[in-house]
Each structure stands twice: as C-alpha cells, then as structure tokens.
C-alpha cells in the first residue's frame, strides 16, 4: 500500500535481555584528509605563465597556496556506552553516545550527542507486554563556505594573505585591524581565508521519539496490539558575514536566524496504529489474520528572519534589529518569512496468511489508504497484493537430498500507492506574491508606501488521485550443498500508472496559473535480479564468504498523457 511505495527500511534496535546486567563501549578516533587536491599553479609558475605570454602582472611578491589556507586534515572521535539487564518480566537497555567530526574544511565540523532508552515490561500473568523507546539526538554542524572555494581559485598565488597596505584592505578590515588583503574593483577575486573566518554559518538541532506499543493476548490465538508514536525536529540557524570582507563590503554585516526542522524531517509526526492478530494451527496448516487501523498526522513549520547593514560586527546574529537594512528597503525580499503545513494519512488494512505442511504458502494484503494531499475527489486508495509460495525442498522428490537444502518458487502480485513525492495543499488554489519559479509579482506603490502585490500561484486540482504502482514478480531461493552456496533469483515487472507532475496547464481548464499538478504518463521497469553467495573457507576460527550480484533492468516511457493533461519530453531527460 502506501507505506510501500518507496521500498520498506526495517531497523531493530538492541534491547536488554534478562539475567545479569551488562556494559558495553565501543570507540574510535581517525582523521579525514583530501584524497585527490586540484592542481593549481604556485607563484612561480604563475610568474613563468605570465612573462611567456607578455602579460605585465601586478606582482605582490608573495607565494600563497589559497586552497591549502583553508583546508587543513580533519579529526573524528566517536564514543557510545550502554548498559542492559534485567529480570524475567523486566528488560532494559540504555545507551548514549557522542561524535565530533572536524571538517577538511576551516571552520566546517559536526558535533552529535546522542541518548536511548528501551523498556520492555510482562504483566498480567504475561498477557500483557509492554514496550517503550526513547531517543534524542543533539547536534551542531558548522557548514562549509562553498565561496571560499570558488574564489581560491580565481585569487592570486602571487598575492598574500595579509597585508599591512591600507590600499588593499576594506574600511571594515581596517577598523578591526584584520589585515586581510583584497584586491579593489577585481572581479570575483575576494580573500579566501577572509571568507572563512569572518562568516559565522551553523546550526544546533534536536531530534525526539518516544513509542509506546501495548500487546495484549485476549485468547491463546487472538491478540490486541496498540502503538503510539511521537516524532519530531527542530533545528535553528544561525548566520552572520562580518563587514570585513570585500564581498560583503557593500551590505556592511549581514545575519540571519532560522528556526524549522531538521532537512528531511518533519517538525512534529503523531502516529497511532491498531492491530488484531490471530494465529491458528490446526492438522498441518498454519494460519493468520491481521487487521489493523492507522493515523498519522505530520506538520512541518518554521520562520527565517534576515537583516544587514551594522554598526558593529558585535551585534552578530543576536539583535537583528540593530541592522539598518530592513529600515533603508535592502532587505524588502528576504527580511520576513515563515511557514507551515500538515498533512494527514489514515489506513485500514489486513491480512491473510497461510501454510501447508511448510510446503505450500499464500498471503492476501488489502489495504484502503486516504491522504489528505490529494484532490477533494480522490483522496481514498485501494491496494490490494498477493503471493504464492512452493518450497519444493520439503516435498517427498528432493527431501533429504544432500545437495539441494532449500528450493523455493516465488509468485506475487501487488499494488502501491505514491504520495511522498507531493506537498500538502497541491491540489488547492493558491495566492502569493513569490511564484513556483521564485520570481516575484513585485510591489506596488500607494500613498508613500511599497506592498507586495498578490497573484495566482497554483491552479486547483479535486480530481488528483494516487500514484499507483503495480509489480508482478516470480523468484527462486535457493541453498546448496550443505547451505555453502545461497542465493535467489527474480523476475518482476513494475507498471506506474498517474504518475505525478507538474505540467503546463490545458485552457480548457480555465487556468489561473501556467502549470499544474496532475496524474500524467506511465511508466514500465522490467528485469531480472540474481544474488549468490558463497561460504568459501568454513573453519571454526575462520570464515570467508563472498557475494555475487547481478541485475538488468529495461525503463520505458509508457505515456506522456492522460486525459487533458499532457507533459512535455523534457521533464524526463
């Protein structure tokens, strides 16, 4: 369904075992250094280069390696502990850890803190279980000047660092007695390592979960299970370029604050599900039923602030309001913004599953998924899947044959549902003054005063529904002489149907904008997938295996229409 649409990530976190209490660590420490440097000229063969092209150069004597001034050899530690015990109805494991990460680049490092806890607690005679999880993650990255790379290169090896020359440092440089050379009116040429050291670029973040999950077993074959979960970020930028560089001369300080989530996270995700499983044995045949409900909320938030133009580089980031920019129109794009949207996805889904005498194998998935980003009209999904499985190594022909230890023939069919590469609010219309391509409808001017002038943005569309997805597939797995040798083959085939994006929008439509979100095209991938391992050398204290893989895999456009929507070639170059 629609938890699968991208593939599925299953992680297992350690958990405490009962009986004695345990302490583990683990560490390590490493330095990162530049693999492979760009190979640039040094003074002297910038000087030979120049006097052979008759190029009279304005020499300042010196000899300055720009890209190895703001690099340097970067130093990773890594620490984790973590203890675990507990009884026979009560388990606990509880870990914290702590990584710093010095960049190759000046100024530019990652330093995370993190901490876990996991509960685990019987009750009631053992019907009840009892699970709890707890994390956060603290963290602080100094990004990197991606400028000062740029203008390591088109600086001067024959120019210096420093200077102590009035004629080749900015007003700001001079007040604060940096003594950064600069060279007046070059373009693109700017002071690497001012670059670096006067610019102030980070942010600290945190990261929470907290999980509950209650089972309780109602009969010996039919269980309750409910699982609550909370997730959420928060991350604060900080940003300030001093009035000492000449890049930055003009805007005489510029800061910024940030408060959002953290990149690819949301700022808050509530998550409530609720299963019945029943498990049954009866003569040779094992069955199961599951049939579940779930909710999920997700919001994601923040706001930026933005000013320039200091009297002191003192104030930084801290008083934004000290900066003249906004009160002079510099900052009449960027000073203010902020945002916020949510979305919410409820399903009910179940399933069946059967197997006979461990030979024969069925599962039937039916899933109805509703996502509050999709069109008034289409909102609800239906995804159905199935499989087959005959584990042919368990029949009478091949049991307890030495050779072959596992035989097994794969058959499944399936459908799921895309709406992770949308955004809340697609499908509505929409005002703004900043359009999908950040230009802008610009301001107008009344009685003194400039305001932004307000214009479509988006075209609505009730009748956006799901992208679907449905693969067929057939597999072998397979183990060999004494599981030596394992491996598994597969065919499938995908079809996507619906498939989202942005398109110019029809006249027939009345449209208020140029483009629109709408289910167009199709799309096919086929191939074949081999993997196979061998256990080469199997001694008691030493083993040694190897992996083999293998795979084609044939795309074809299908479509590029549906309906009175068309797309363009291009979008898929």
């Known amino acids: 369904g629609a938890r699968a649409a991208n593939g599925v990530i299953i992680i297992t976190t350690k958990r405490g075992k009962g009986g004695k209490s345990s ?75 702590y990584l ?28 009840l279980d009892i699970q709890t999880n707890l994390s956060a993650i603290t963290t602080r990255r100094d990004f990197v000047n991606y400028d000062a790379f740029t203008y390591s290169i088109t600086n ?24 950064y050379f600069e060279r007046p009116g070059a373009f693109s040429m700017y002071n690497s390592v001012a670059e670096i050291n006067e610019t102030t670029n980070y942010a600290k973040s945190i990261e929470y979960l907290g999980n509950l999950r209650l089972s309780y077993k109602l009969t010996d074959n039919l269980t309750f299970a409910a699982n609550g979960a909370l997730k959420g970020s928060s991350s604060s930028g900080y940003y300030f370029k001093s009035r000492i560089p000449r890049s930055n001369e003009a805007a005489k300080g510029l800061a910024s604050r940030g408060l959002g989530p953290v990149s690819g996270a949301p700022s808050e995700d509530k998550l409530l599900e609720l299963t019945f499983n029943y498990n049954k044995t009866f003569g040779g045949v094992n069955f199961g039923a599951l049939a579940g409900y779930s909710y999920q909320d997700v919001t994601f938030e923040g706001f930026s602030a933005t000013n320039n133009n200091f009297i002191s580089d003192a104030i930084s980031f801290d008083n934004l309001g000290a900066g003249a920019g906004l009160a002079l129109g510099q900052r009449s794009n960027d000073a203010v913004s902020s945002f916020h949207s949510n979305y919410k996805l409820i399903s009910f889904f179940g399933r069946l599953q059967a197997s006979i005498s461990e030979k024969y194998f ?134 996507t149907n619906d498939m989202l994006y942005n398109v110019d929008a029809p006249l027939s439509i009345n449209p208020i904008y140029s483009q629109i979100l709408a289910n167009v095209a199709s799309m096919r991938n086929q191939g074949l997938e081999l993997s196979i391992n061998g256990l080469i050398i199997d001694k008691s204290d030493f083993k040694y295996d190897a992996t083999i893989a293998l795979a084609t895999l044939k795309n074809e456009v299908t479509g590029l229409s549906s309906g009175i929507f068309a797309a363009s070639d291009q979008i898929f170059l």
Do not use: C
């Open 23 to 97: 302490v583990e660590y683990n560490g390590y420490t490493g330095i990162d250094v530049i693999a492979k440097r760009p190979d640039y000229m040094n003074a002297s063969e910038y000087r030979a280069a120049a006097k052979s092209f008759g190029y009279t150069m304005d020499d300042k004597g010196a000899d300055t390696d720009w890209f190895g001034a703001i690099t340097r050899t970067g130093k990773v530690q890594s620490h984790n502990i973590a203890i675990g015990g507990g009884t026979e109805n009560f388990s606990y494991r509880a870990s914290v850890g």
């Open 362 to 495: 069925a599962t039937v998935n039916l899933r109805r998924d509703g996502s509050s980003k999709f069109g008034a009209n289409n909102k609800w999904g239906f995804f159905p899947s199935a499989s087959v499985g005959w584990t042919l190594s368990n029949e009478d022909f091949l049991k307890g044959n030495s050779k072959i230890n596992n035989l097994k023939l794969r058959i499944n069919y399936g459908q799921a549902g895309n709406s992770e590469g949308i955004r809340p609010y697609t499908t509505l219309a929409l005002l703004g003054n900043t359009k999908p391509d950040n230009s802008s409808y610009g301001k107008y001017y009344d009685n003194g005063n400039w305001y932004p002038v307000y214009g479509p943005i988006q075209n609505p569309n009730p009748d956006l529904k799901w992208e679907v997805a449905t693969s067929y597939g057939a597999g072998i797995d397979f183990s060999l002489f004494n599981y030596r040798i394992t491996g598994t083959l597969d065919y499938y085939i995908k079809n």
């Open 156 to 179: 001067l090896p024959t120019d210096p660092i420093y200077t102590t020359a009035a004629s080749n440092q900015t007003a700001g440089g001079i007040e604060a007695g940096a003594g």
């Open 100 to 127: 710093k990460q010095d960049g190759v680049v000046n100024k530019s490092g990652n330093e995370r803190l993190s901490a876990r806890i996991n509960l685990d607690q019987k009750a009631l005679n053992g019907k």
